[in-house]
């Protein structure tokens, strides 16, 4: 079992940044591939940023260019770095962890942190 805890949500204003850090515990070694996903109100769950174990990156579209995902495998520790936010990000952020590559869904979820951007 893995444990995933977020934090560094919050409110800023737009044009702002956020860094959002996912702290992973127990088997961490299974862990194949870390993913950000958020939710707004009244909307899907939607992938944002996955990085792989072999170094590959994919964003989704509405992220691309102004989020990064990184990862800290001594910390064991996954960063998303959030810039030119806009109140079209407000949402509640998802750490994931998969076993298998991120390709059949998530293994493990952590219970989210909220981001609150103003214009």
């Known amino acids: 079992q893995v444990q995933l805890v977020e934090s560094g949500g919050g409110s800023v204003q737009a044009g702002g940044s956020l860094r959002l850090s996912c702290a992973a515990s127990?088997?961490?070694?299974?862990?194949?591939?870390m993913g950000w996903f958020r939710q707004a109100p009244g909307k899907r769950r939607e992938g944002i940023a996955f990085?792989?174990?072999?170094?590959?990156?994919t964003y989704g579209d509405s992220v691309k260019g102004r989020f990064t995902i990184s990862r800290d495998n001594v910390k064991n520790t996954a960063y998303l770095q959030m810039n030119s936010l806009t109140p079209e990000d407000t949402a509640t952020y998802y750490c994931?962890?998969?076993?298998?590559?991120?390709?059949?869904?998530?293994?493990?979820w952590g219970k989210g942190t909220l981001v609150t951007i103003s214009s």
């Open positions: 994931a962890a998969d076993r298998y590559g991120c390709y059949y869904g998530m293994d493990y």
């Open positions: 990085l792989r174990n072999d170094g590959q990156l």
């Open positions: 127990g088997s961490t070694s299974s862990i194949s591939c």
